[in-house]
Nanobody, 121 residues
Framework: QVHLVESGGGLVQAGDSLSLSCAAS?????MAWFRQGPGKEREFVAA????????YYADSVKDRFTISRDNAKNTLYLQMNSLKPEDTAVYYC?????????????????WGQGTQVTVSS
């Protein structure tokens, strides 16, 4: 049974940094972070290939967020810097076995339960 468990969410002020983690019970999957803000649809944030050699970012977070993974620990990370109120959302860890491009388009096989990130102005 696959488990993706996010942690690290919380309440921060604009300009602060926050780091999310996702403990995964699977290996050799491309992985990603998505988010869903209040009243909005779920959207892609960042993705990383199973080897860690390729990464993709949404334009809205490029140069502020960094996705990484430690395959020895089966853990996915998202370092978020210069946070803005519009980054407020539930952040979801996701995994997919299709090509990394497809995971950026929402082709996801497994989802975590989500962790809340709130950025105050």
């Amino acid at each position: 049974q696959v488990h993706l468990v996010e942690s690290g969410g919380g309440l921060v002020q604009a300009g602060d940094s926050l780091s999310l983690s996702c403990a995964a019970s699977l290996r050799r999957y491309n992985m990603a972070w998505f988010r869903q803000g209040p009243g909005k649809e779920r959207e892609f944030v960042a993705a990383i290939s199973w080897s860690g050699s390729s990464t993709y970012y949404a334009d809205s977070v490029k140069d502020r967020f960094t996705i990484s993974r430690d395959n020895a620990k089966n853990t996915l990370y998202l370092q978020m810097n210069s946070l803005k109120p519009e980054d407020t959302a539930v952040y979801y860890c996701a995994a997919g076995s299709d090509g990394i491009y497809y995971i950026t388009q929402g082709s996801v096989q497994y989802w975590g339960q989500g962790t809340q990130v709130t950025v105050s102005s």
